[in-house]
Every structure is written in structure tokens, then in C-alpha cells.
């Protein structure tokens, strides 16, 4: 089975990206290569942000390689955060503390629609290429179960009645941002192979 690194810290992506290519492709995570260090992540796109990070493991190991870049873009924030979505509620925050600063600043919005946008970017010898997935929905007024990560307590994708932590993960896996960008990814990586 072909053997690629995903270029990330987060094990939660980790996990969603091992169920959804299961069987088909095997993802090696940094600890499996044993690289450590921050991965910058400093570019206003996250097209920018997810090649910034697959380049980074690139020039330190030469092993081909992917990462991801995430941004919930709400309509009523003009698309914010976006990009910085991690950084939402200040540097270091965490994210119960981006959940808290969104359930605040849409307390008093009628508007609440917003989607979840992934950028895939892969290196493979020295070809870039990039997969997007989206999926839209609507900021939750409270949070609503207790699975996945992140901004998933109040996001509720229009497919659904219920926010992406009270699913599975198959069930988000089938319908996600993540879930759709890396389903585009693999089609292409495992065509060649
Ligand atoms: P990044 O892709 O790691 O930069 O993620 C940006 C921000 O979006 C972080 O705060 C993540 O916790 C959040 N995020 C990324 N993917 C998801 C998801 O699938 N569900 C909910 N939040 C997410």
C-alpha cells in the first residue's frame, strides 16, 4: 500500500483521515518519521497555509507528503475567521475558547448561515497539488454534543438536524469539509499508483 505523511499535530485529523482511507492508503504521521517542531502555518490563504505545511516536512525528510489548512468562514462575520480560525479567540487560545467567542459575537445574528472550507495540498517528488471540500451549514446558538473537535459543537451542516459532535464519525466523514477534500485527494493519489 502506498505509504504518504500527513503533515500535521492534530490527531483528530489524524483519526479522520486514517477512517476515511482505510484499506487504501497509508498515512504516516510525524511521530511515525519521528519530526517534531512546530509546523508554520503563516500565510493569509489556507491554500497558502496548507502548502507552507507539507513544504515544511518536505525540505525536512523528502518524503512526499500532505497537509491541510481549515477555515470556518461565517456570513455574518464577512467571512470571518477564516483563515484564522485557530487563532479566532488570540494566540494559545483553545478551542473552547473560539466556541465561546462565536456563540458571542452571534448571539444577537438572525444570519447564521456558515461553511467549513479544507484546502489538501500534496507534494509528491516536486509536483503541488491542491483539493478543496466544503460544506455549508449554520452556526448553532449552543453547542450540541460532544464528539469531534474544534468548532464542531455548533456547527450543524444543512444535511443535518444536529452539530457535526453529536455524529459519528462516519456520518461527519460523509459529509465534511475534510471528508470531501480528501476523498478528491485520494481519487487522484491512488489513480497514479
Ligand atoms: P487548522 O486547519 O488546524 O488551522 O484549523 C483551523 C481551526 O479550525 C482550528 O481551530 C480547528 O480546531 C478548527 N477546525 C479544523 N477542522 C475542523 C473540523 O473538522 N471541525 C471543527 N473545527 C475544525
Redesign the pocket.
Known amino acids: 500500500m502506498k505509504q504518504i505523511v500527513f503533515a500535521t499535530n492534530?490527531p483528530h485529523?489524524l483519526d479522520?483521515i486514517r477512517a476515511i482511507v482505510k484499506g487504501r492508503l497509508e498515512v504516516l504521521s510525524l511521530a511515525d518519521i519521528n519530526l517534531s517542531g512546530d509546523i508554520p502555518?503563516t500565510a493569509d490563504t489556507l491554500a497558502g497555509?496548507a502548502l507552507q505545511k507539507a513544504r515544511w516536512v518536505k525540505e525536512k525528510t523528502g518524503l512526499d507528503c500532505f497537509a491541510?489548512?481549515?477555515?470556518?468562514m461565517v456570513d455574518a462575520l464577512d467571512g470571518q475567521p477564516g483563515v484564522f480560525?485557530?487563532r479566532?479567540a488570540g494566540e494559545h487560545c483553545s478551542?473552547a475558547d473560539?466556541v465561546a467567542k462565536m456563540l458571542d459575537e452571534m448571539k444577537n445574528e438572525t444570519n447564521r448561515r456558515a461553511r467549513?472550507v479544507?484546502v489538501i495540498a500534496l507534494i509528491e517528488g516536486n509536483k503541488e497539488t491542491t483539493f478543496e471540500g466544503r460544506v455549508d451549514g449554520e452556526i448553532l446558538c449552543q453547542p450540541d454534543g460532544d464528539g469531534?473537535?474544534?468548532?464542531?459543537p455548533i456547527?450543524k451542516p444543512e444535511e443535518s438536524t444536529y452539530s457535526?459532535a453529536a455524529m459519528s464519525s462516519d456520518e461527519k466523514n460523509a459529509i465534511?469539509?475534510?471528508g470531501r477534500a480528501t476523498r478528491k485527494f485520494v481519487e487522484y493519489i491512488l489513480q497514479k499508483h
Do not use: Q, V, W
Not at 68 to 72: E, I, Q, R, V, Y
Not at 148 to 152: E, L
Open positions: 492534530n485529523k479522520e502555518e497555509n491541510d489548512d481549515t477555515g470556518l480560525s485557530a479566532y478551542p473560539n467549513f479544507t469531534g473537535f474544534g468548532y464542531d456547527f457535526f465534511s469539509h475534510r
